[in-house]
């Protein structure tokens, strides 16, 4: 616990994230970062931000299915948000959508590593991410 004014304890909550990278060629591997998807469970939080730069897919591959690709970004998020969207996860709790969604796998579009940190606004981090590792 830190930050705020001196003497002043602020208290942070764990946080998880995985990128999503899209991975047009698996036999290349190479890869374009699409989204993250950002948990955290002290707060109930389970979100998923996907931009897909089609440029830079169809730089590693120029007969890509960006429709297909965009689709399954799309379907991150929407299991991330639960509910009728998400398919046969729609029940699960958010944190095992979250182990689901960055369960290793070997499709087009696939979950990075997860990262812990610290924060007090998940939604916030979220974005940050984005803008950093994404955009």
Known sequence: MSGGAPGVLVDRDVFEYALVRVVPRLERGEQV???VIVYCRAQRFLGARCVLDEGRLRAL????DVTGVARALEAVELVCRG?????PARDEDSGRRFRWLT??????VQ???????LTRDPAGELERLVERLVL
């Not at 591959?61 to 890509?64: E, I, K, L, R």
């Not at 369960?103 to 087009?108: G, L, Y």
């Open 83 to 87: 509910g009728a969207g998400a398919g």
């Open 111 to 117: 979950p990075g590593a997860i990262h812990t940190g």
């Open 33 to 35: 970062n699409a989204g």
């Open 103 to 108: 369960a290793p796998r070997s499709t087009i």
């Open 61 to 64: 591959d120029p007969g890509v």
